[in-house]
């Protein structure tokens, strides 16, 4: 089975081109390249070379980098741009936050009854990990969004959109180096259980249980997840 998003959980960074100017399809084109780790670190970034890949002049090109410098997803070098890459005191912050975030879902459905998940939604995302785990896709860095789309039903489905828009905003940052994460089978296997566990655990209202499940998922020690995130910049260096 392919580890690629379905035709209905796209990635949100793929934006259509259809009416947009030259300059918005460049960026987003480019936008999408940097956020789904298919720029290396190490690639050096100019106008002219970014002119080609995209067969355009070098004008909406500089207008992409510019934005893409204003996101802070690429930085000045001595020879054009690079992919920023989160310092580990970076990381730490983002996952801190990320935490935070992800259990803020279930927190205020336990804090108020009338905060009900969107079961429909919940129900529809398990019977996709169901079956992932009956055919598990081989290890491989696109699983990230997967499970960046879970996470995000999962947030969405407790009904507060700032919350999960918050969330999309920090796994988009950390995307280059958690994409490394999956790259072994035993990790992709665990994550599919504890997928479908915290699904079947909200749905059937056991939300304290469902928020242990959950913080233990999303890296209930830090140390460990910036230990993993340690491993994942290796990889990620060394792949570049």
Known sequence: MSTGPRPDVADATNAPTDGR???????HRLRDEILNGRISPRERLTEPKLGKTFDVSRTPVREALSRLLSD????RTDFGYAVVVPSLEDLRNLYE???????????RAIENPSVQHDEAALRSELEFWV?????PPDPDPSFVLLDERY????????GNAQLTEAL????????AVRMHDFVETSRIATTIDEHVEIIELVLARRLPEALTALHQHVGES??????RATSAM????LAG
């Open 131 to 135: 079956g992932l785990r009956a055919a």
């Open 72 to 75: 802070g997803l690429i930085e």
């Open 97 to 107: 936050l990320r935490i935070t975030l992800e259990l803020r879902g279930i927190q």
């Open 222 to 227: 830090l140390e460990v997840v910036m230990e």
């Open 168 to 175: 999309v905003t920090v796994n988009q940052k950390i995307r």
């Open 21 to 27: 100017s030259l300059r918005e399809v460049v960026y």
């Open 234 to 237: 290796t990889r990620m260096a």
């Open 151 to 158: 996470h995000q039903v999962l947030s969405a489905s407790s």
